[in-house]
T-cell receptor, first 112, second 114 residues
Framework: GNSVTQMEGPVTLSEEAFLTINCTYTATGYPSLFWYVQYPGEGLQLLLKATKADDKGSNKGFEATYRKETTSFHLEKGSVQVSDSAVYFCALTRNTGNQFYFGTGTSLTVIP | DSGVTQTPKHLITATGQRVTLRCSPRSGDLSVYWYQQSLDQGLQFLIQYYNGEERAKGNILERFSAQQFPDLHSELNLSSLELGDSALYFC?????????????FGSGTRLTVV
């Protein structure tokens, strides 16, 4: 079946620290991979995506590389800010795109 | 503003009642998806419509139903409500299947069943 496993949170970092949130997936075929971010009281927003192996998605200083050999899509940022405090969701969809499979979310708090 | 509009933002109702949640997709998007987000279950896919037709079904209870109208807005009907139905209900839309561009989410409807 299709599933996504994310590292458990919550994660607390100091401002300017390096961030890694691990995500691994199980899927049949060749899925597309996504990271979504949810700020308090809001819906999920697309952060970045990669649609094939070795693609790197990037946005707002965040990056993730689609690694087929390790079935991973880890989210990284070199220097986090207080405004990055949110819940981050890793997700996949098959190319039919009829359903996204979301991880359980990882809560990040960045302290000044 | 994501372009996906959900109403109402908050809803408080009693057990046994019936409610309707409404979603207007982003302009040009033909697919609408409904998700339920609760603390213990995470994000659960309920159902997808594409251009008025049901395309995929997830963990949707029989007490729940949905439809997509000719103007592409969608409604999620929840009936015989139970305390456990309290959750955030999100609507998302996409141009096609979402595999290339992803979803655009609305800000959700928070349902509280008392």
């Amino acid at each position: 079946g299709n599933s996504v496993t994310q590292m458990e949170g919550p994660v607390t970092l100091s401002e300017e620290a390096f961030l890694t949130i691990n995500c691994t997936y199980t899927a049949t075929g060749y899925p597309s991979l996504f990271w979504y971010v949810q700020y308090p009281g809001e819906g999920l927003q697309l952060l970045l995506k990669a649609t094939k192996a070795d693609d790197k998605g990037s946005n707002k200083g965040f990056e993730a590389t689609y690694r087929k050999e390790t079935t991973s899509f880890h989210l990284e940022k070199g220097s986090v800010q207080v405004s990055d405090s949110a819940v981050y969701f890793c997700a996949l969809t098959r190319n039919t795109g009829n359903q996204f499979y979301f991880g359980t979310g990882t809560s990040l708090t960045v302290i000044p | 503003d994501s372009g996906v509009t959900q109403t109402p933002k908050h809803l408080i109702t009693a057990t046994g009642q019936r409610v309707t949640l409404r979603c207007s997709p982003r302009s040009g998007d033909l697919s609408v998806y409904w998700y339920q987000q609760s603390l213990d279950q995470g994000l659960q896919f309920l159902i997808q419509y594409y251009n008025g037709e049901e395309r995929a079904k997830g963990n949707i209870l029989e007490r729940f139903s949905a439809q997509q109208f000719p103007d592409l807005h969608s409604e999620l009907n929840l009936s015989s409500l139970e305390l456990g139905d309290s959750a955030l209900y999100f609507c998302a839309s996409s141009v096609g299947g979402g595999a290339v561009y992803g979803y655009t989410f609305g800000s959700g409807t928070r349902l509280t069943v008392v």
